[in-house]
């Protein structure tokens, strides 16, 4: 899969902008500030229907105008695909694919493949175990359509759960809760296994790129933390029914999961330093992309914004050969040192598309 046009109008700091690619790098260089992030965060939103940094679609409205679109035209293998994404301020967004308005912006999800790898990362490592989880169901959901039906069922019924034991928690009866508890189960054991079987596939292809971005001298792994990998979740809403109407909220289920980020058998939140933390999240983000390939048949776009920093001059020898080889596809890339990117990538016999901002 490849971008090969890519046209902006009142899209954050861009008030009209009009880019074409190649189908290997294109390098956006200049200072900070300059609106190189804000075109991988354009991309990443006709793929993912959604800023990667902004958490309102509004915020990313040039200041001063009414609407922002974005418009990307892409080839999926034999086929053109043209994306649009518009937003006019106080209305919904719209999504529209070779012209036809998407009814359900849902419906989008898993056409257009996107990885980016950005400097926020490190919250995967030094976060909470939400990051972790949104992570893993956002590429699951861009995957498997029927993953993201039962994962919306599930946020639905907890939803609810929640609101009747904060509501209702003294007047509650058992029956009444076991109808939620069914329906709860039924949703979270779909996920869990969903989520184990992910784990197992996207684990060889993580310890395999950690071992090549650090030149084979660490080990890294990790697990996937479930109280279901040992019980079922109807047993443990059981078992936890007090203490969940004690705290009038569900303390146990699939949205309490977690994985395990370790080096040398040691966790990398507390032990790896700030080098191996960002090496460690790129390994990652690169196994998610293989993921993703294996899945959809197709190479997923890949954005690097400012993936220079705090990384050794070896790591990053080894990360940029590695995504120069055939296991990967066309390349978007941010560096504040004009040429560096260039340079570096044409080592590799790679064709490289320069845009610098001033």
Request: overall charge negative; charged content about 25%; some cysteine.
């Amino acid at each position: 899969m490849y971008l090969n046009k890519l046209s902006l109008f009142h899209f954050k700091n861009h008030e009209e902008a009009e880019f074409t690619f190649c189908h290997d790098v294109n390098c956006f260089t200049g200072n900070n500030g300059t609106g190189k992030t804000n075109i991988l965060d354009a991309i990443y939103y006709l793929g993912l229907s959604k800023s990667y940094f902004t958490v309102s679609d509004a915020q990313c409205i040039q200041q001063g105008a009414g609407f922002f679109t974005i418009h990307g035209s892409f080839s999926i293998g034999n086929n053109d695909e043209e994306i649009y994404c518009g937003l006019k301020t106080g209305q919904r967004k719209v999504m529209k694919r070779n012209q036809k308005e998407y009814q359900r912006i849902a419906e989008h999800l898993g056409l257009i493949p996107v990885v980016m790898i950005a400097p926020s990362d490190q919250e995967l490592v030094i976060g909470g175990s939400e990051e972790r989880r949104k992570l893993m169901d956002n590429i699951l959901c861009q995957c498997d359509k029927v993953y993201l039906e039962q994962l919306t069922g599930y946020n639905r019924v907890l939803q609810q759960r929640n609101a009747l034991l904060k509501t209702q928690s003294v007047h509650l009866n058992d029956d009444t809760v076991l109808i939620w508890d069914e329906q709860l189960a039924s949703f979270g054991t779909f996920i869990h296994e969903r989520r184990k079987v992910f784990a197992e596939e996207v684990k060889d292809d993580f310890e395999r790129i950690y071992k090549i971005i650090s030149g084979d001298r660490e080990v890294a792994g990790f697990t996937y933390n479930s109280a279901l990998n040992t019980t079922d979740l109807l047993s443990l809403l059981k078992v936890h029914q007090h203490r969940d109407r004690m705290l009038q909220y569900t303390s146990s289920g699939i949205h309490r999961d977690d994985l395990e980020f370790l080096i040398g058998g040691k966790s990398v939140k507390k032990y790896g330093s700030q080098g191996q933390q960002k090496s460690f999240v790129i390994a990652y983000k690169l196994a998610l992309y293989q993921y993703i390939k294996k899945i959809h048949g197709e190479m997923p776009v890949l954005l690097l914004d400012d993936i220079f920093e705090k990384l050794d001059d070896t790591r990053m020898q080894n990360l940029l050969g590695l995504v120069a080889g055939e296991d990967f596809g066309q390349l978007f890339i941010t560096d504040t040192h004009q040429g560096r990117a260039e340079e570096v990538f044409k080592m590799f016999d790679k064709e490289v598309k320069s845009y610098h901002f001033h």
